[in-house]
């Protein structure tokens, strides 16, 4: 059974920092790709930074870019977000994604964790 399980979400202040985790099982992890992706309120969700099935390759988007860093430990299974200086237009549900390095089509969620920056 494939699963994704996001924690460390929260209430945070502006400036502040979490490091949110993706734990994954029933499947094999190291051949996908993972992503993490946010959803505001009323916006389309927008991708926020992969690192690719090995984790030599990252990429995050240019809203995030210094403030936060993707990573993975294939060895448990696990990706990470690292947040810092996080801002209030940072606030959204953040969901973790699989995707296999070479079908496209088997891409899995999870049920997502909020963030909330706020003072």
């Known amino acids: 059974q494939v699963q994704l399980v996001e924690s460390g979400g929260g209430l945070v202040q502006p400036g502040g920092s979490l490091r949110l985790s993706c734990a994954a099982t029933?499947?094999?992890?190291?051949?996908?790709?993972m992503s993490w992706y946010r959803q505001a309120p009323g916006k389309e969700r927008e991708l926020v930074a992969t690192?690719?099935?090995?984790?030599?390759?990252?990429n995050h988007a240019d809203s995030v870019k210094g403030r936060f860093t993707i990573s993975r430990d294939n060895a448990k299974n696990t990706v990470y977000l690292q947040m810092n200086s996080l801002k209030p237009e940072d606030t959204a549900v953040y969901y973790c994604?699989?995707?296999?390095?070479?079908?496209?089509?088997?891409?899995?969620w999870g049920q997502g964790t909020q963030v909330t920056v706020s003072s």
């Open positions: 690192a690719t099935n090995s984790g030599g390759s990252t």
């Open positions: 994604s699989a995707r296999h390095s070479r079908k496209d089509y088997l891409t899995y």
């Open positions: 029933g499947f094999s992890f190291s051949l996908y790709v």
